[in-house]
């Protein structure tokens, strides 16, 4: 069965800093991943997403996020963090052989310092 | 504007009350899922459903239902079965690649 991780349950940084949020996977086959935030009180909004081909991908807000196959990783970064980005961040992958059900790793909070 | 629109966002339930709550999507997307969110727990799937008539139990459908009679609608009913009912409930919907659009959510709370 897939499964997400993400290491840190909140980071806290600077504005104006940048941000590295952590996720790795474990899935049999290559897999569609996702990054979705979530403002207190409300659903998600998909930032990015990875199918296939450039393992680079960019993302709404100035998010970027690398696919790393031999690492099992899908890491999330932004150059520089704004205020606005304080919120809680879910890396998924999706099952693509099991009616497209995504798994979510538990969230990582991020906390912007001003 | 396309969405979904679940309602209601807060909703209180004493012990032993079945509630429901609604899930509406002017997508015309044909998958549509139920997930529970609790605090440092991330989402978990309760039932989803791929086309009308007919849907699946997710990873946490115990004291849960759901039913599917038209593709715009998907209601949750929370059962009095369900022991710990209390929770943020998410409805989604999926597109072509699996890309998930996701309600407001509603809040339960039971007294």
């Known amino acids: 069965a897939q499964s997400v991780t993400q290491p840190d349950i909140h980071i806290t940084v600077s504005e104006g800093a940048s941000l590295e949020l952590r996720c790795n996977y474990s899935?049999?086959?290559?897999?569609?991943l996702f990054w979705y935030v979530q403002s207190p009180g409300q659903g998600l909004q998909l930032l990015l997403k990875?199918?296939?081909?450039?393992?680079l991908v960019q993302g709404i807000k100035g998010f970027e996020a690398e696919f790393k196959r031999s690492q099992s990783s899908f890491n999330l970064r932004k150059p520089s963090v704004h205020w606005s980005d304080a919120a809680e961040y879910f890396c998924?992958?999706?099952?693509?052989?099991?009616?497209?059900?995504?798994?979510f790793g538990d969230g990582t909070t991020l906390t912007v310092k001003p | 504007d396309g969405g979904i629109t679940q309602s209601p966002k807060y909703l209180f339930r004493k012990e032993g009350q079945n509630v429901t709550l609604s899930c509406e999507q002017n997508?015309?997307?044909?998958?549509m899922y139920w997930y529970r969110q609790d605090p440092g727990q991330g989402l978990r799937l309760i039932y989803y459903?791929?086309?009308?008539?007919?849907?699946q139990k997710g990873d946490i459908a115990e004291g849960y239902s759901v039913s599917r009679e038209k593709k715009e609608s998907f209601p949750l009913t929370v059962t009095s079965a369900q022991k710990n009912p209390t929770a943020f409930y998410l409805c989604?919907?999926?597109?072509?690649?699996?890309?998930?659009?996701f309600g407001a959510g509603s809040r339960l709370t039971v007294l």
């Open positions: 998924a992958v999706v099952d693509n052989t099991n009616a497209g059900k995504s798994t």
């Open positions: 899935y049999g086959a290559t897999p569609y």
């Open positions: 990875y199918f296939s081909g450039d393992t």
């Open positions: 997508l015309n997307h044909d998958a």
């Open positions: 459903s791929q086309i009308v008539n007919d849907f």
């Open positions: 989604a919907t999926g597109s072509g690649a699996n890309v998930l659009t």
